[in-house]
């Protein structure tokens, strides 16, 4: 048996667009909703599937253009760093399936997006055509805000798709990576500010522990800031190493 698993990334916390994004996955023979998570303040829906390599790729696709038809980006606002509506796709490999097999899948679905919807696509992590581009930050520089001016610098043509923005729908990055460990800590304080030090000290490329990324969220509802941060090789860096330095 052979197990791949997805975590599509969607700009939007709207319940009803939510659950039209979900359904489009849960209709798919041998696709299965293993998780998923949305709020307020980062604005975003994060969904991880599972299945074959085939099923997989059919239901994120369906996922996909069902988010590009539903999300605007022009009205789009949220904590997180984001340049589209279907934001990044990654592949992952679980069980018989090779990261070669994962960024195949991640070129399929990028090809099939921009030629779908005409939405711009980068190719990313393990699936990038160029060193430089492996990097999620570099592609996101400038996120939606700045995408107009960001896509039409010839180092930054897409892999896919237009060097345009889609109208509403922004750009995607889609690849293949290992398994990433999600670490959110909410913190006893609401000062952005202090927040945003923890982080920075965190984050690998600001003088942290190598292979994590660190932001700094509020959250009105308890009126406490968070650490948002992804772990992208957590057997290099432990959690507990960096739960030490908080």
């Known amino acids: 048996m052979e197990i791949v698993e997805c975590v599509p990334n969607f700009s939007t916390s709207d319940p009803k667009v939510v659950e039209l994004i979900l359904s489009e996955v849960k209709v798919t023979p041998n696709a299965f909703v293993i998780d998923y998570t949305f709020d307020d303040y980062y604005n975003r829906l994060v969904v991880s599937v599972i299945g074959n390599k085939g099923s997989v790729l059919e239901a994120v696709l369906k996922a996909a253009f069902k988010a590009v038809e539903l999300i605007d980006m022009r ?28 960024v195949e899948l991640a070129r399929t679905f990028g090809k099939t997006l921009a030629e779908r919807y005409g939405v711009p696509v980068y190719l990313y992590g393990e699936a990038a055509t160029s060193s430089g581009r492996s990097d999620l930050d570099w592609i996101r520089k400038g996120e939606y805000e700045q995408l107009a001016e960001m896509i039409v610098k010839p180092e930054r043509k897409p892999d896919f798709g237009p060097a345009k923005v889609h109208p509403t729908a922004g750009a995607t990055a889609t690849g293949a990576r290992k398994v990433m460990a999600g670490f959110n800590v909410n913190l006893g304080t609401a000062d952005l500010k202090i927040a945003k030090k923890i982080a920075k000290a965190l984050h690998s490329k600001k003088g942290g522990f190598s292979y994590v990324k660190a932001m700094a969220a509020f959250i009105p509802e308890q009126n406490i800031t968070q650490i948002g941060m992804s772990i992208t090789d957590f057997e290099k860096t432990p959690r507990y190493r960096v739960f030490e330095l908080l």
């Open 75 to 102: 009205k789009h606002k949220g904590q997180h760093p984001r340049m589209g509506a279907v934001d990044v796709v990654p592949f992952i490999p679980v069980k018989n399936v090779t990261m070669d097999d994962c």
